[in-house]
T-cell receptor
Framework: GDSVTQMEGPVTLSEEAFLTINCTYT??????LFWYVQYPGEGLQLLLK?????DKGSNKGFEATYRKETTSFHLEKGSVQVSDSAVYFC?????????????FGKGTLLTVNP | DADVTQTPRNRITKTGKRIMLECSQT?????MYWYRQDPGLGLRLIYY???????NKGEISDGYSVSRQAQAKFSLSLESAIPNQTALYFC?????????????FGPGTRLTVL
């Protein structure tokens, strides 16, 4: 079945540091890939997405590139801010019959210190 | 106003009690979902509904039931709550007309079963 493996947290960075959160996946079909973010006390919000190989999703300074050859979708940001402190979830939805379903990674807690 | 709302936002109850969590949406989406979130486990799908007459079990449906009262309303019930159902519960919606299964989440209900 489908699965998502993402970097174990927690991750603690200083403001303006470079961020990478690794995400790899296994899927039976041709998935679409997502990063969701959960700020403290809130629900999940879509951060970015990519639907085919070599697509780059980007939003709020975050980027992730759909790498089919390495089955990866790593999240990066060049300079994090305190306001980026949140839990980040990598997720996929398959292109086949189960395309209603989102499969999530376990989440990575990011804390950014001033 | 939020597109996906959940009530209550917090609930503390005792073992054996019946609990209902409610979800309403103004997005006009046909598909609705219930997830639970546990620390270190990501989100897991409890039930999903493609329309008012179509309800399906997810990966962890035991101990839960749902009711889709209208396109806009999807309730989750715990018939006899137990402590290991203590978790954060999220409702989500999606539009099957979109090419990508992007889901939109409510703010969550924090349930504690004593």
């Amino acid at each position: 079945g489908d699965s998502v493996t993402q970097m174990e947290g927690p991750v603690t960075l200083s403001e303006e540091a470079f961020l990478t959160i690794n995400c790899t996946y296994t899927a039976t079909g041709y998935p679409s890939l997502f990063w969701y973010v959960q700020y403290p006390g809130e629900g999940l919000q879509l951060l970015l997405k990519a639907t085919k190989a070599d697509d780059k999703g980007s939003n709020k300074g975050f980027e992730a590139t759909y790498r089919k050859e390495t089955t990866s979708f790593h999240l990066e940001k060049g300079s994090v801010q305190v306001s980026d402190s949140a839990v980040y979830f990598c997720a996929l939805t398959d292109s086949g019959g189960s395309n209603y379903k989102l499969t999530f990674g376990k989440g990575t807690l990011l804390t950014v210190n001033p | 106003d939020a597109d996906v709302t959940q009530t209550p936002r917090n609930r503390i109850t005792k073992t054996g009690k019946r609990i209902m969590l409610e979800c309403s949406q103004t997005k006009g989406h046909d598909r609705m979902y219930w997830y639970r979130q546990d620390p270190g486990l990501g989100l897991r799908l409890i039930y999903y509904s493609f329309d008012v007459k179509d309800i399906n079990k997810g990966e962890i449906s035991d101990g839960y039931s749902v009711s889709r009262q209208a396109q806009a309303k999807f309730s989750l019930s715990l018939e006899s709550a137990i402590p290991n159902q203590t978790a954060l519960y999220f409702c989500a919606t999606s539009d099957p007309g979109l090419a990508v299964n992007e889901q939109f989440f409510g703010p969550g209900t924090r349930l504690t079963v004593l």
